[in-house]
Nanobody, 114 residues
Framework: QVQVVESGGGLVQAGGSLRLSCAASGRILSIKTMGWFRQASGKQRELVAVITRGGTSDYADSVKGRFTISRDNAKNTVYLQMNSLKPEDTAVYYC????????WGQGTQVTVAS
């Protein structure tokens, strides 16, 4: 089994920044794609950003230009740099990866106060 653990969430004022980290461990062979989803209260989980092993990334329109996803393949870690945060970014953020099947982290709460 692969374990996925996020960190870096918290409370931040609007306009501030946070950096989320996600480290995968366990039976790691080759992780094709890693990314971040988020789920706000009362809403469905939505894609925030994804990145392939080769470094190709994609973003939701709502975060484009504000968030940056990156990964360190040697450390099996993916990051999400979140700048210019808005109250609408408030959600539980989940790390996600593909290695034969989907794996999910436990989620980390991000709260953006106005």
């Amino acid at each position: 089994q692969v374990q996925v653990v996020e960190s870096g969430g918290g409370l931040v004022q609007a306009g501030g920044s946070l950096r989320l980290s996600c480290a995968a461990s366990g039976r790691i062979l080759s992780i094709k794609t890693m990314g971040w989803f988020r789920q706000a209260s009362g809403k469905q989980r939505e894609l925030v950003a994804v990145i392939t092993r080769g470094g190709t990334s994609d973003y939701a329109d709502s975060v484009k230009g504000r968030f940056t996803i990156s990964r360190d393949n040697a450390k099996n870690t993916v990051y999400l740099q979140m700048n210019s945060l808005k109250p609408e970014d408030t959600a539980v953020y989940y790390c996600w990866l593909i290695q034969g099947q989907d794996y999910w982290g436990q989620g980390t709460q991000v709260t953006v106060a106005s």
